[in-house]
């Protein structure tokens, strides 16, 4: 599976931004898209995910709870990312990922700044 990110870019604290993923290959129903994000000399942390394509099980990091949300067009085979009440904490780069039948596969990274 390929996957092309797009989004990201300079906004300042509280402000929103969007990413999104299209995925190109064979993704079965029971397959996860989700988003990663690696600060500056940080690890990498998963962000949020998608389980299963009908309508799907999400998870999000404690850190972005209630402001981010992930939503999956199964038509287009996409994931997305909308991120809302941005943080400076928030900043960093951020990779799209997807997993099935045990397999991962990564996305560039698409950088998000948040300014204080």
């Known amino acids: 599976v390929q996957l092309q990110a797009s989004g990201g870019g300079l906004v300042q604290a509280g402000g929103s931004l969007s990413l999104s993923c299209a995925a190109s290959g064979i993704l079965g129903s029971s397959s996860t898209l989700g988003w990663y994000r690696q600060a500056p000399e940080k690890q990498r942390e998963l962000v949020a995910r998608v389980v299963g394509t009908g309508p799907g099980f999400t998870d999000y990091a404690d850190s972005v709870q209630g402001r981010f949300t992930i939503s999956r067009d199964n038509a287009k085979n996409t994931v997305i990312l909308q991120m809302n009440n941005l943080k400076p904490e928030d900043t960093g780069l951020y990779f799209c990922?997807?997993?099935?039948?045990?397999?991962?596969?990564w996305g560039q990274g698409t950088l998000v700044t948040v300014s204080s």
């Open positions: 990922w997807s997993l099935w039948r045990g397999h991962e596969d």
